[in-house]
C-alpha cells in the first residue's frame, strides 16, 4: 500500500531526526542535537496533523511539551545559549539534557502510532464475546437532564466564591508580589468560602460531562474563563493555559459528539493559531512583570525571539538540575511523589493516621517531602527557596531520577496510554469523562509539572465529594419531579 505523501514526510523527518542525533551524540555536537530534537518534535505534530480528530489530545500534549521544554533547544539554535542558569551546567549535563528530551519524543514517535493499531479489548471497552458495537446514546433523557440541571446549578452557586476568593488572591500578589504568595498568603475568608469556590470547578466538569447543547455552555464556558483570567493575575499563567486549553480540546471533541453542526470550523482554528503567538508573548511580558524584571537595553529581534523561547521553555532547566544533584537529592520515589503526598496528607488519612504535615518552601517539606520540585529547588538555593519561590518539576527528570532512562520511556509510555484512551469520550459514563476532563490538566501540564499528578486527580477527596452530593442531588431531584419535562432534542449549535 503506497504511503501518502504527508505520512511519508513524516516519517523520512523522524528517521532523519533520529540519524542526526545519534551522529551528533557520537560527535559531541550540542546543536545538532537541538536540530534533531525540533526535528522529531515535527514528526509528531505532522502525526497530529494528519488526524487531528482523533489525535487531538495528542497534538495538544506535543504543544505544551515544545511549550515548557524545547524553548531553550530552539534559544540554543538561534545562537543564544547562555542564560542565569547555564553556568551551572557542562557539556555533560547539557548532552544528558538533550538525550532526555530525545528519549522522550521518540518514545511518543513509535508507541502513540502502536496504540491506534493495537486492539486492547479492556481499554476499548469490548471482547471478542462482545464485539465493538457503534454507541449512539441520548444525552437528554432523565438521568443526564438532572445531573446536567443539579451540576449547573451548583457551578451557578459557588463560582461567586471561587470569585472571591481567586480576587483576594490577584490582590495580595499585586500587593505583596509573587514569591511572598508561597510563604505568606493566607486567605481572608472562612474555610468553608475557600472549600465552596474549590467545588466549582468539578460542577463545571460534571456539567460538561453531561454534553449540553453548544448554547447551554456559553454562559457557564464565559464565567470559567473569567475565573481562569482571575487565577493568572495570582501569579500563576497555567491558571490561564490549562483551563483554555481544556475549553478548547472539549469544543473540539464535540464536533463528534452528539452534535449537527461542529463546534469547531477551520475558521476558528486559523482564528486560534494567528491568536498563539500574541498570547504567549503576553504570558512572556507578565512573567517579567510578576518578577520585576526589566530591560531597557535595546534587543534586536533574534535576541528578543531567543528570550522568549527560553522563558517559556524554563522547566527543562528542571532536567539538567536533577542531574546536577541527583548525588545530594533525598532517597524517594518523586515520580510517585505527588500522590504520595497526598495519600499521606488527606484528611480521612489524618483522621486515623497522625502523620506530618509539612508546608511548602519549608526546609522540612523539601528534606521529607515527596515533591522534586521542593528538594531541587532547596539545593539550587536556599534563600531562593524559602522566599517562596521555585524552580518546578517535569515528568521526564522525575522518571529519570527514579527509573534511570528506563524511566522516561516508562512514563512516556504511560502518558501515551492516557491520551489514546482517558479521552475517548464515546459511550462513556458521567463519572468517567468528569474524571478524565478533571485528569486533562494534569496530563497537559506533565511538562513541567509532577508525574503522577494526575493520577492525584482521580482519587481526589474534594472531586468524589462533589461527585456524590451532583448524583445525590439528581436522584432527589428525579424523585421529586422537580425538573422540566425531559424529552429527547436534537443538538442545535
Known amino acids: 500500500m503506497r504511503c501518502k505523501p504527508l505520512p511519508l514526510s513524516r516519517l523520512l523527518l523522524l528517521a532523519l531526526g533520529i540519524v542526526v542525533f545519534l551522529f551528533s551524540y557520537y560527535l559531541k555536537n550540542l546543536f545538532g542535537m537541538n536540530i534533531s530534537i525540533l526535528m522529531v518534535w515535527l514528526s509528531n505534530i505532522f502525526y497530529g496533523c494528519e488526524k487531528i480528530k482523533t489525535r487531538v489530545y495528542y497534538l495538544a500534549f506535543m504543544g505544551t511539551f515544545f511549550t515548557f521544554l524545547l524553548g531553550k533547544t530552539v534559544s540554543n539554535i538561534l545562537g543564544y545559549s547562555e542564560n542565569e542558569y547555564s553556568r551551572y551546567f557542562n557539556y555533560s549535563i547539557d548532552a544528558h539534557t538533550c538525550l532526555c528530551l530525545f528519549i522522550a519524543l521518540v518514545t511518543c514517535s513509535f508507541v502513540f502510532p502502536l496504540l491506534e493499531n493495537l486492539k486492547i479489548s479492556i481499554l476499548e471497552g469490548h471482547t471478542a464475546e462482545k464485539p465493538a458495537i457503534l454507541y449512539t446514546m441520548d444525552y437528554y433523557t432523565q438521568e443526564y437532564n438532572s445531573v446536567r440541571t443539579v451540576a449547573l ?32 498568603y493566607t486567605s481572608r475568608f472562612p474555610y468553608i468560602i475557600v472549600k465552596l469556590g474549590d467545588f466549582c470547578r468539578v460542577a463545571f466538569l460534571i456539567f460538561l460531562a453531561t454534553f449540553p447543547r453548544k448554547k447551554e455552555t456559553i454562559i457557564p464556558i464565559i464565567l470559567y474563563v473569567c475565573l481562569a483570567v482571575l487565577g493568572m493575575f495570582s501569579g500563576k499563567r497555567t491558571e490561564l493555559i490549562a483551563p483554555l486549553a481544556m475549553v478548547i480540546l472539549y469544543a473540539v471533541s464535540r464536533n463528534h459528539i452528539n452534535t449537527v453542526k461542529p463546534w469547531v470550523t477551520k475558521k476558528h482554528v486559523w482564528l486560534m493559531v494567528a491568536a498563539a503567538p500574541f498570547m504567549l508573548a503576553a504570558l512572556y511580558l507578565y512573567n517579567n512583570y510578576r518578577f520585576g524584571f526589566a530591560n531597557s537595553e535595546k534587543l534586536s529581534i533574534v535576541k528578543s525571539a531567543a528570550d522568549f523561547f527560553d522563558s517559556t521553555g524554563f522547566s527543562v532547566n528542571v532536567i539538567s538540575f536533577e542531574k546536577l544533584y541527583a548525588s545530594v537529592l533525598p532517597d524517594k520515589i518523586y515520580s510517585f511523589g505527588d500522590t504520595i503526598d497526598y495519600l ?15 508546608s511548602s518552601n ?11 520540585a521542593e528538594a531541587i529547588t532547596y539545593r539550587y538555593s536556599a534563600p531562593f527557596y524559602l522566599s517562596g519561590r521555585g524552580l518546578g518539576s517535569c515528568y521526564i527528570a522525575e522518571a529519570y531520577h527514579d527509573f534511570g532512562y528506563g524511566g522516561i520511556v516508562l512514563w512516556s509510555t504511560i502518558y501515551c496510554l492516557a491520551l489514546k484512551y482517558l479521552f475517548s469520550f464515546e459511550g462513556k459514563g458521567i463519572i468517567y469523562c468528569t474524571l478524565s476532563l478533571q485528569a486533562l490538566r494534569s496530563i497537559l501540564l506533565a511538562p513541567r509539572n509532577a508525574a503522577s499528578l494526575f493520577i492525584s486527580e482521580y482519587i481526589s477527596i474534594d472531586t468524589w465529594l462533589v461527585i456524590v452530593m451532583v448524583f445525590v442531588g439528581a436522584f432527589i431531584w428525579r424523585k421529586l419531579d422537580l425538573s422540566f419535562t425531559f424529552r429527547r432534542r436534537s443538538y442545535e449549535s
Open 362 to 372: 519549608t526546609v522540612e517539606k523539601a528534606l521529607n517531602g515527596n515533591l522534586l
Open 344 to 358: 499521606r496528607e488527606n484528611l480521612i488519612t489524618q483522621m486515623f493516621v497522625k502523620l506530618p504535615v509539612y
Open 153 to 184: 446549578l451548583l457551578f451557578y452557586f459557588t463560582i461567586p466564591f471561587a470569585l472571591l476568593v481567586g480576587l483576594d488572591k490577584a490582590i495580595f500578589v499585586s500587593t505583596s508580589g509573587y514569591a511572598d504568595f508561597y510563604v505568606n
